[in-house]
């Protein structure tokens, strides 16, 4: 690819944020990379100060939601260098996110070349604090400007980034959605697209209005199933085996999730991938069986959490200090993504 042009913000922002206090999602770093598709190929690849983008109101996106993201995270390794976590991966999902809502594939040289080239201009946003990172968002949205319904034949693709502490800042406490579902039999519930989300909206106000963290997605057919939990994968420890639900299509197939799938199988876990069913879970409780619970997430990391609410009834997971499989798994992640321990999986990529 020919080398990037870049518009510098004349004066960088860096100086003007505290990087020991980094809400999530708030903070933006300096510059975002930009494309478009148009005429049939990615073309007019940019860097560009971070900031407004013209919007023609008719694109669209902003009325039949064909818009997609990623999210990915760059981290500090012990030398001080950057390195990002998986990003084929995403630029991979990103792909088959695309391919569902009928929109074109990212190229290496705009998702990977685009990535590096803002990296390498913005690597000082990457933070030093342990517990924090760089949290990467490619999203990729339709802007012809036509009112009626058919596929876009223009998109356009960015990058931007945002220094970041935690997600979670607590063990969660989650219901179990009895009202709403996520995702239903070859739908979109794989794919990251924004409608999943905007659609989660009303039942996570519901949820959190009642006190709740976050909701636990049955599946859409027999709300039998469990499916995920707000922004994050589900994984339990049921007596000493670790067991998470199958991603058939309706699950988003998280690269979290496969990592610590991954790691549990490398640290000599059992580990079962299949249908779970509420009801399971449910026995598993009141067998004394359910050891631990926790979401996988890029924003997420390895959240525990720390009661489960089936209709009214609620089900506290033990404490903290008695969860192994969470602890030792987290931990694996975080030293792999840290550079800790040796990436052996081809995992990092180091900018
Ligand atoms: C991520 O973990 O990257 C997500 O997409 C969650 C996000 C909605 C904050």
Same mark, same amino acid.
């Given at each position: 690819?020919?080398?990037?042009?870049?518009?510098?913000?004349?004066?960088?922002?860096? *100086?003007?944020?505290?990087?020991?206090?980094? &809400?999530?999602?708030?903070?933006?770093?300096?510059?975002?990379?930009?494309?478009?598709?148009?005429? %049939?190929?990615?073309? +007019?690849?940019?860097?560009?100060?971070?900031?407004?983008?013209?919007? +023609? &109101?008719?694109?669209?996106?902003?009325?039949?939601?064909?818009?997609?993201?990623?999210?990915?995270?760059?981290?500090?390794?012990?030398?001080?260098?950057?390195?990002?976590?998986?990003?084929? /991966?995403?630029?991979?999902?990103?792909?088959?996110?695309?391919?569902?809502?009928?929109?074109?594939?990212?190229?290496?040289?705009?998702?990977?070349?685009?990535?590096?080239?803002?990296?390498?201009?913005?690597?000082?946003?990457?933070?030093?604090?342990?517990?924090? *990172?760089?949290?990467?968002?490619?999203?990729? !949205?339709?802007?012809?400007?036509?009112?009626?319904?058919?596929?876009? =034949?223009?998109?356009?693709?960015?990058?931007? +980034?945002?220094?970041? %502490?935690?997600?979670?800042?607590?063990?969660?406490?989650?219901?179990?959605?009895?009202?709403?579902?996520?995702?239903?039999?070859?739908?979109?519930?794989?794919?990251?697209?924004? %409608?999943?989300?905007?659609?989660?909206?009303? &039942?996570?106000?519901?949820?959190?209005?009642?006190?709740? =963290?976050?909701?636990?997605?049955? =599946?859409?057919?027999?709300?039998? !199933?469990?499916?995920? *939990?707000?922004?994050?994968?589900?994984?339990?420890?049921?007596?000493?085996?670790?067991?998470?639900?199958?991603?058939?299509?309706?699950?988003?197939?998280?690269?979290?999730?496969?990592?610590?799938? %991954?790691?549990?199988?490398?640290?000599?876990?059992?580990?079962?991938?299949?249908?779970?069913?509420? /009801?399971?879970?449910?026995?598993?409780?009141?067998?004394?069986?359910?050891?631990?619970?926790?979401?996988?997430?890029?924003?997420?990391?390895?959240?525990?959490?720390?009661?489960?609410?089936?209709?009214?009834?609620?089900?506290?997971?033990?404490?903290?200090?008695?969860?192994?499989?969470?602890?030792?798994?987290?931990?694996?992640?975080? =030293?792999?993504?840290?550079?800790?321990?040796?990436?052996?999986?081809?995992?990092?990529?180091?900018?």
């Amino acid at each position: 690819m020919d080398p990037i042009p870049i518009t510098r913000l004349p004066v960088s922002r860096l *100086s003007t944020v505290d990087f020991e206090d980094l &809400p999530f999602g708030k903070v933006f770093a300096d510059h975002m990379f930009v494309a478009e598709f148009e005429g %049939g190929r990615w073309q +007019n690849a940019r860097i560009v100060p971070y900031g407004e983008i013209p919007t +023609n &109101p008719a694109i669209s996106a902003l009325h039949y939601g064909q818009s997609i993201f990623e999210g990915l995270k760059a981290y500090r390794n012990q030398k001080g260098e950057v390195q990002v976590f998986r990003p084929y /991966d995403n630029m991979s999902r990103m792909i088959r996110s695309a391919g569902r809502l009928c929109m074109p594939a990212v190229t290496e040289d705009i998702f990977i070349g685009g990535l590096k080239a803002l990296l390498e201009l913005d690597q000082e946003w990457v933070p030093r604090q342990p517990g924090y *990172s760089l949290y990467i968002r490619p999203f990729m !949205y339709a802007i012809d400007e036509y009112v009626g319904i058919r596929p876009s =034949d223009s998109y356009r693709f960015i990058i931007f +980034n945002c220094p970041v %502490g935690n997600y979670y800042t607590a063990p969660l406490h989650v219901k179990v959605s009895d009202r709403y579902v996520r995702a239903f039999p070859m739908g979109t519930g794989f794919a990251k697209v924004a %409608g999943n989300y905007a659609a989660g909206m009303l &039942p996570l106000k519901h949820a959190r209005e009642a006190g709740y =963290d976050q909701l636990v997605w049955l =599946d859409g057919k027999e709300m039998k !199933y469990i499916e995920e *939990s707000g922004t994050m994968n589900l994984f339990f420890q049921i007596g000493n085996t670790l067991v998470t639900p199958l991603a058939d299509g309706t699950i988003l197939e998280g690269i979290t999730r496969d990592s610590i799938l %991954g790691l549990a199988v490398e640290a000599g876990l059992p580990v079962e991938v299949r249908k779970v069913s509420l /009801d399971e879970v449910v026995a598993a409780y009141d067998r004394g069986d359910l050891k631990d619970a926790f979401g996988t997430g890029t924003a997420a990391t390895v959240a525990p959490i720390s009661s489960i609410t089936v209709h009214d009834r609620r089900l506290v997971l033990p404490a903290m200090e008695d969860r192994t499989y969470s602890t030792l798994l987290g931990r694996m992640l975080d =030293d792999i993504k840290t550079g800790k321990t040796q990436d052996t999986r081809g995992w990092i990529m180091k900018i």
